[in-house]
């Protein structure tokens, strides 16, 4: 560093002549041009780009985005097999000792919801085949005087008619019923099970018990069910259903193709063409991962999740805890990390935090491309977690 021009012949004229009578004169130069140094190296600290930095909370990303939505799967079993979901070949299930434990799953539940997550939910797998998901649902109620506000599920339905009830009781708001065909026989086809009419009883059981929301969601392939999709629209009519017609995604077995998959547009405009300027568009909803329509005069709506070619990464707030206890901050991305065996290695609260913290700080901007991703590895989706 420079110093500034008195000090430097000051300092000059010490050297030159360093007499006793000008070692207090040279004494006071150090000490000046320490102070100096000092006072000028702070400073440029201050001023350095990365402690200019606001501070990023802990389910913050170095993009602006807060993550206030946790989706935890509580188990890998299912009583279905569909195509998009799960290999034809079936997959390898983790030893039920290493999956998350209820008290487990309660625990990273508190942790994130103190951290700021005012939104969960439990996926699978099937959820609701888990002999003590009511029990966990009641777990994650009383979480709610620590800021959680919504409890949600995503369930394909077979199993669900019974524990409705029990489970709106317990705290549930919402539901999300997985169904890609109205057609008992195409049902069969895709889910390699029978059970079509126990789904339909389920979204009207579920509409009619007063859940904040019932959504249905349609996983839209080419060839398969496309013709579907004003029929789906139809179910709108008379039941405040939100029915999401989701794009065809790449995930390890299923066999994805950019041929299989119907983009949004295309959609809209085979729905366009039925209804006319009765379709309505909706406002976006915050962090929104639907494009929102209804049909002008019916109760409920629909929707398009355009993962594949309009995706929505720029308001992603969503990260995931799998059955397996590791958390994945992107549905698309295949780096993990395992929270399981932190708190099986005696982990406090606080060191769990800080790595989520890291895991998220660590999240991409947005995910690649479709066919990239197809590429990519990946766990099939049953492990992942709707």
């Known amino acids: 560093m420079r110093l500034p021009t008195p000090v430097r012949n000051g300092w000059r004229a010490c050297v030159l002549d360093c007499r006793p009578q000008h070692a207090p004169r040279l004494a006071s130069l150090f000490h000046t041009t320490a102070r100096r140094l000092v006072d000028a190296s702070l400073t440029s600290a201050r001023s350095s780009p990365e ?8 389910l913050g990303d170095l993009f602006g985005r ?21 290999p034809e070949e079936g997959i390898d299930l983790t030893e039920n000792s290493q999956l ?8 990273v539940a508190r942790i994130f919801v103190q951290q700021g997550v005012d939104k969960i939910r439990l996926t699978g797998g099937e959820p609701s085949i888990r002999k003590d998901i009511v029990d966990l649902v009641h777990g994650l109620d009383a979480l709610r005087p620590l800021g959680l506000k919504q409890i949600a599920m995503t369930t394909n339905g077979i199993a669900l008619r019974r524990k409705l009830p029990l489970l709106r009781q317990a705290g549930m708001n919402g539901l999300n019923i997985s169904l890609d065909t109205r057609n008992p026989r195409k049902f069969e086809l895709f889910t390699r099970r029978k059970g079509c009419e126990h789904v339909l009883r389920a979204i009207s059981e579920a509409s009619a018990l007063g859940y904040d929301f019932v959504k249905v969601n349609v996983v839209v392939m080419r060839g398969q069910n496309e013709d579907e999709v004003p029929a789906f629209v139809e179910m709108t009519h008379d039941e405040r259903v939100d029915v999401r017609f989701i794009e065809y995604m790449p995930f390890d077995g299923n066999k994805w193709g950019r041929q299989k998959l119907v983009g949004y547009r295309e959609m809209l405009d085979g729905i366009t063409r039925v209804y006319g300027d009765r379709v309505e568009r909706l406002p976006l909803e915050a962090n929104h991962t639907s494009k929102g329509f209804r049909i002008a005069g ?3 709506q629909f929707g398009f999740i355009t993962s594949m070619t309009q995706s929505f990464c720029s308001d992603c707030n969503r990260v995931r805890v799998m059955a397996d206890g590791n958390l994945k901050v992107c549905l698309f991305g295949n780096t993990e990390v395992s929270l399981r065996d932190l708190m099986r290695r005696g982990a406090s609260d606080a060191e769990i935090v800080e ?3 890291q895991a998220i700080k660590r999240k991409k901007r947005a995910h690649a491309g479709m066919d990239i991703l197809s590429q990519m590895p990946n766990r099939p989706m049953i492990k992942i977690g709707g």
Request: glycine share 2%.
């Open 51 to 58: 402690n200019t930095q606001p501070h990023v909370p802990v």
């Open 66 to 86: 807060f993550h206030n939505y946790l989706r935890i799967s509580v188990t890998e079993r299912c009583n279905l097999r569909c195509q998009y979901c799960m």
């Open 100 to 107: 998350l434990s209820s008290d487990e799953i309660i625990r």
């Open 298 to 300: 019916y109760k409920g």
């Open 355 to 357: 790595t989520i913290s």
